[in-house]
């Protein structure tokens, strides 16, 4: 056997021999009942994260939404003709103030004057005839039929009168409501023609201011409730609101809200800019810097607050700014709000909170 080959021999027997002395050791060990304590490593909590806080004292105050916008007419007619004819009085000029039932024009008439003489005097012949008849016949002297005939006739005389007087009548063209007239389409001597225009006629008392509002406004605001309007004289007058729209305009994204004013000197004219004061409802209202607005997952703007350790996302409404600090709505009374560290915890968090005082 070469030398080579004993070594290997030699290694394997020593290989099997330090086996078989481990495995020996590991027996006694068990059959010993030595006991052997294994340290257990010790696991430190996570900290907290260290947010500074201040207690926000909330004040009652009353905002206002202020908008501008434009006088225009509660209402607009144009006022037609009713019957055709030729003009033959225009009793009213542009700009003059009107009243309802006033007469604004007149349709010549006087051949249709002489056709009511005509068709009154034929309603009394047709009347004669119908009651000589009538007696006749109660005396059996006409028939039913003849009789009938009689009474047919006489209405149909009538109701023709009835025609007449009703184109007379229509001659007058009247003014439908209290207002102004605007402007006119017809001189004397023009031709009209049925449902042609001879005058456009504005209300001006109650007058309209007309402005637009956000999305966020407009849910504030609600029919009846006062405005205060301010034109370009520098007076304040007092107003309500009339209508608030249902449909945003497509091209701003606002609402359009009529204020009613009242106008009985014609003061104010439609067209003419004013600004509108809508005041809003006292309400609890905290001033705090902007700085530390935060917005949530769904892009909600608001503060971050502690309440018993535990960060809460409290959205608000936004109102007056001020030089030093923005006024905002929703917070509740005396809140704690996080003013440092609020922009590394997050809604449901535990933290460790430390109140600073309130410069």
């Known amino acids: 056997m070469n030398k080579t080959n004993q070594k290997i021999i030699n290694i394997v027997t020593n290989s099997y021999f330090i086996a078989a002395v481990i495995l020996v050791s590991l027996n006694v060990w068990m059959l010993s009942g030595v006991d052997i304590k ?4 010790t696991v430190e909590p996570a900290q907290l994260m260290l947010v500074k806080t201040q207690i926000l004292k909330s004040e009652k105050k009353q905002y206002q939404i202020t908008a501008f916008g434009k006088f225009e007419a509660s209402r607009v007619a144009h006022i037609s003709s009713e019957r055709a004819g030729k ?9 003059s103030f009107v ?3 006033q007469e604004l024009a007149s349709i010549e008439s ?7 003489a005509y068709k009154k005097s034929q309603l009394d012949a047709i009347k004669m005839e119908m009651d000589a008849v009538k007696e006749l016949h109660l005396k059996d002297l006409q028939s039913a039929i003849s009789f009938s005939n009689a009474i047919s006739n006489y209405r149909r005389a009538e109701s023709e009168l009835d025609e007449v007087v009703d184109d007379i009548s229509k001659a007058s063209i009247l003014i439908p409501f209290d207002g102004v007239i605007n402007e006119t389409y017809v001189e004397i001597g023009d031709h009209v023609s049925i449902g042609e225009k001879v005058a456009i006629l504005a209300e001006l008392d109650p007058i309209l201011v007309s402005v637009y509002v956000t999305e966020k406004q407009v849910t504030k605001l609600w029919n009846g409730e006062s405005a205060l309007i301010s034109p370009l004289n520098g007076q304040t007058y007092p107003g309500k609101i009339r209508y608030i729209s249902s449909i945003a305009d497509p091209k701003t994204s606002t609402y359009k809200i009529s204020v009613e004013v009242e106008n009985p000197d014609g003061l104010f004219l439609s067209g003419m800019s004013s600004k509108v004061v809508f005041p809003l409802e006292f309400d609890s ?7 530390i607005l935060s917005l949530d997952e769904v892009g909600r703007i608001g503060l971050k607050t502690v309440e018993d350790g535990i ?3 409290v959205p608000v409404d936004l109102s007056n700014s001020e030089p030093d600090g923005i006024w905002v709505k929703g917070l509740g009374i005396t809140p704690e709000v996080i003013v440092l560290g609020q922009g590394f915890v997050k809604n449901g968090d535990k933290v460790d909170s430390q109140l600073v005082e309130v410069n």
Do not use: H, M, N, Q
């Open 38 to 41: 294994v340290e257990e490593a």
């Open 87 to 95: 003009i033959s009085e225009f009793l009213v000029d542009e700009g």
């Open 99 to 101: 009243f309802k039932g």
């Open 110 to 116: 006087d051949t249709l004057l002489k056709l009511r």
């Open 285 to 291: 209202y905290v001033k705090i810097s902007p700085a």
């Open 311 to 313: 960060v809460k996302f």
